[in-house]
């Protein structure tokens, strides 16, 4: 089983949610890997800047997810644990722009109601349902993955 730790931003302003569309054509939260010896923390400043061209400001912690992606689905066809912090941040500069010669071909403020018509990964329903009940446990519920869902 391979393992991936990462860090979530949840943008969330005026009804819209920052979204990254990734080259693989689904749409997402900012974010990404934890490096070695990074906080997740610092993780979500750095993605956010990278893949947005935004200045995030952290607000606060909102939650983990952990979701096993099977051997069968998962892109390098090995069983796949990913470990996700999800952070509520304030975007405070920048503008939306393509991540430079990477992954993530543009970022949009998105209305929240139009989210449910997007091919999108789990993690967008995750980290809005987090943003939206506030979980005294940090957990919410698994987002079943079909049809515009994706992992």
């Known amino acids: 089983m391979s393992f991936r730790l990462a860090a979530y931003a949840v943008c969330v302003e005026n009804g819209r949610v920052l979204l990254a569309h990734h080259a693989a054509r689904t749409w997402t939260l900012p974010g990404g890997r934890v490096e070695h010896g990074e906080h997740p923390f610092d993780t979500v400043i750095r993605e956010v800047d990278e893949e947005t061209g935004c200045v995030a400001e952290i607000e606060r912690l909102l939650g ?21 912090i999800f952070y509520q941040v304030r975007i405070t500069g920048g503008l939306p722009r393509p991540e430079p010669g990477d992954e993530i071909v543009e970022s949009v ?37 079909g049809g515009l869902i994706q992992h």
């Open 64 to 84: 983990v997810d952990s979701r096993v992606i099977p051997a069968a689905e998962a892109r390098a066809g090995v069983e796949h644990q990913n470990l996700g």
């Open 109 to 145: 403020w998105t209305p929240i109601p139009e989210v449910a018509s997007l091919r999108r990964s789990s993690l967008v329903d995750i980290g809005l349902a987090l943003a939206q009940t506030r979980p005294a446990t940090g957990r919410v519920p698994p987002v079943p993955v």
